[in-house]
C-alpha cells in the first residue's frame, strides 16, 4: 500500500462543553475517493474544517505527505496541496462569475502584480484566465461565466465553489456537500466532472447524502456518528453494517 497522502490521529475537538470530535484515526491513500457519512450534527464539516486548517484541534495530529499540518495557516495548507469548498459558498456577488474563478487564484497577490503590470503578472494573469475558462467550462458554469455572481443558482454557485478550489491545483480536494440544494439533472454532470479530475490522478474526500451519488463515485466511507468514526467500509457494505444503520436509526429517533 502507498503511503497515506492524508493521516489523521488522536484528533479530538471540544465546543465548550459539547465534545465534538473523539480522538479520530484515519488515512486517505492516494486516488481515493471518500465518502465521508453520518447524521447531521456528527462532525463532518468539523473535521474538514479542522483539517483544511480553519479551526484547530485540542488534541491530535494531521499530517499530509508525512509533514505535519496541524499548526498551519490555511494558505500554506492550500500551497501544500490541499483545497476544501465549503456547505455554503460565499463569493463577492458584484463580481462576474470568471471574475470570481480568477480571483481566487490570484487573491491579494493578483491584485497587487495587476496593479505593478509586469511582464510576468500580465503572464500570471493570462493563464490565470485560460484556467478559469477552462475549469468553468468543465463545471458547466460556460455559459453563465459573464453574469454576475449573484445571478446564479444556487447550485451554479456550489459548481462555481469547486472551480474556484480548483484554482489552487489541489492533490487532495474536499467537498462538504457538493450536491445539496443542486438540482438533480446537474448531479449526474457533478459526479462525471469529479470523475474526470479522479481520472487526472486527484484524491477527493466528499461529504454527501446522497446515497446514489456515493455509490456511483466512492472508492470508500468513512462514517462518523457524534464525533466517532464508527464504519469505514465500501459503499455496497453501508446497508449491512450494524453500526452504520443504529447511527442513523439513532439520529432520526432523536428528530
Ligand atoms: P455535520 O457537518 O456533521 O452536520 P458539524 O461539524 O457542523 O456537523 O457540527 C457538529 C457539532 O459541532 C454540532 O453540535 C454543532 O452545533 C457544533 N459546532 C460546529 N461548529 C461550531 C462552532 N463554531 N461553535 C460551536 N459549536 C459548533
Ligand atoms: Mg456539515
Do not use: W
Not at 443558482?153 to 456537500?177: F, T, Y
Amino acid at each position: 500500500m502507498k503511503p497515506p497522502l492524508l493521516q489523521v490521529s488522536g484528533l479530538a475537538k471540544a465546543f465548550d462543553a459539547n465534545q465534538v470530535l473523539h480522538d479520530l484515526q484515519f488515512a486517505i491513500a492516494p486516488g481515493e475517493i471518500v465518502g465521508l457519512l453520518g447524521p447531521n450534527g456528527s462532525g463532518k464539516s468539523t473535521l474538514l474544517n479542522i483539517v483544511s486548517g480553519f479551526e484547530r484541534p485540542d488534541a491530535g495530529d494531521i499530517r499530509l505527505d508525512g509533514r505535519s499540518i496541524a499548526a498551519l495557516p490555511t494558505d500554506r495548507i492550500v500551497a501544500l496541496g490541499m483545497v476544501r469548498t465549503f456547505q455554503l459558498p460565499a463569493m463577492p456577488q458584484k463580481m462576474s462569475v470568471l471574475e470570481v474563478a480568477m480571483a481566487a487564484a490570484t487573491g491579494a497577490h493578483g491584485v497587487l502584480a495587476t496593479l505593478l503590470r509586469s511582464p510576468a503578472a500580465r503572464r500570471a494573469e493570462r493563464q490565470g484566465h485560460d484556467k478559469a475558462v477552462e475549469l468553468l467550462a468543465a463545471l458547466l458554469l460556460a455559459p453563465v461565466s459573464h453574469l454576475p455572481a449573484a445571478a446564479i443558482s444556487g447550485g451554479q454557485k456550489k459548481l462555481l465553489g469547486i472551480v474556484c478550489a480548483l484554482m489552487a491545483g489541489p492533490r487532495l480536494l474536499m467537498l462538504d456537500e457538493p450536491t445539496a440544494g443542486v438540482h438533480p439533472d446537474l448531479r449526474r454532470d457533478i459526479v462525471q466532472a469529479l470523475q474526470g479530475l479522479h481520472a487526472r490522478g486527484m484524491t477527493l474526500v466528499i461529504v454527501e447524502h446522497d446515497m446514489h451519488f456515493i455509490r456511483e463515485l466512492c472508492t470508500r466511507c468513512i462514517v462518523l456518528d457524534q464525533g466517532r468514526i464508527v464504519a469505514s467500509c465500501r459503499p455496497d457494505e453501508l446497508a449491512s453494517n450494524e453500526r452504520v444503520v443504529q447511527a442513523y436509526l439513532g439520529a432520526s429517533a432523536k428528530e
